[in-house]
């Protein structure tokens, strides 16, 4: 869960209106606009967000097989969330107090085709710097859900990765994570799992994924959030 010991009054239909093309007047007579800020306020897990955010911009690593003086590539971060409503309200939480951040949300309501150039930003190797890299336009933060970009997706022009929740079935989160932590990946990954200790049914499947063996048990920080 995103809402921190508030009950969720939003709903599908609170989605609506393209985010990676909205202009900061529409963004401001959105639906949700009135209430980011108390969302987001009281969020532990939101606090954790811009936290590695700003982290993730300051990083600069060289990648491997990038030469050296051939500059440093720009670090990319994915946000999987299990629900789009939660995605949603994350998007619009970072354009409304990160409005530099260039970000892209990408949900099941956006056709094939389009979430392949959607996700084109994040699936460029990383051996060497492209024109596409120096574009300022260029998206640093792709936000979607674990059912659509889970599985099948390499996504290794992005080394940092949050999963917002737990899901009830480890296998997900394991492949999410497997779209960066993969081979041709030339970056140290930063793989975050975060849960609410407040939230039983959080901490319960947390638990019961603690209880089985893990595949990424070196590379995955696990992070309760109060």
């Known amino acids: 869960m995103l809402l921190q010991g508030q009950p969720c009054r939003f709903r599908a239909e609170d989605i609506k209106g ?25 969020s532990s897990k939101m606090d954790f967000i811009r936290e590695k955010i700003k982290e993730m911009l300051e990083d600069d690593e060289q990648h491997k097989d990038v030469g050296e003086g051939r500059g440093t590539l720009r670090r ?28 892209t949300l990408v949900l099941a309501t ?26 300022p336009h260029d998206p640093q933060l792709l936000i979607t859900t674990a059912r659509i970009a889970g599985e099948g997706l390499n996504l290794i022009r992005a080394n940092y990765v949050i999963m917002t929740e737990p ?27 975060l849960y609410c200790t407040w939230n039983p049914a959080e901490v319960i499947v947390r638990s019961r994924q603690d209880a089985r063996s893990r595949l990424l048990d070196e590379s995955i920080w696990t992070l309760p959030v109060r």
């Not at 946000?79 to 409005?99: C, N, Y």
């Not at 999410?176 to 932590?181: P, S, T, Y």
Request: proline fraction near 5%; charged fraction near 25%.
């Open 18 to 42: 393209n985010l990676n093309t909205m202009s900061h007047t529409d963004l401001r007579n959105h639906t949700l606009w009135p209430y980011l800020d108390a969302i987001g306020a009281g």
């Open 76 to 103: 990319k971060m994915i946000i999987f969330t299990l629900s789009p409503v939660t995605a949603f309200l994350i998007a619009l939480i970072l354009r409304k107090g990160l409005p530099t951040l260039r970000q």
């Open 110 to 135: 956006d056709a094939p085709a389009k979430r392949g150039s959607l996700y084109a930003p994040f699936c460029r190797m990383t051996d060497e710097e492209l024109l596409e890299d120096r574009d």
């Open 167 to 193: 899901a009830f079935a480890k296998q997900v989160e394991d492949q999410a994570f497997r779209r960066v932590h993969r081979y041709g990946q030339q970056a140290t990954t930063h793989l975050f799992s």
